[in-house]
């Protein structure tokens, strides 16, 4: 089976190999933590096309607010983002 498909190393290489992989530990992340009421994350990215009127399509923008404490999200699409 291991010569079909081009392989010219041996099963306990691939096991070490594997085993090697699996002993690896997985990389932290750190969460930065803050108060509540303190930090809100706002970010803004494309969204879809829409179309209006008169056959013309007009770009959309996806507003997301995160709060820094909770992690709660809010989402809303918006045709302009600027204050």
């Not at 010569?3 to 930065?32: C, D, M, N, Q």
């Not at 494309?46 to 999200?73: E, M, N, Q, Y």
């Amino acid at each position: 089976m291991v010569t079909g498909h081009g392989f010219g190393g041996s099963y306990p290489s691939v096991s070490r190999y594997v085993a090697k992989l699996k002993a690896r530990e997985p990389a932290r992340v750190w969460r930065i933590e803050c108060q509540p009421g303190k930090e809100v994350q706002v970010d803004f990215g494309l969204g879809a096309p829409i179309a209006c009127d008169g056959g013309k399509t007009r770009r959309t923008w996806l507003f997301r607010a995160v709060l820094g404490h909770s992690r709660k999200g809010y989402s809303e699409v918006v045709l302009r983002h600027d204050t």
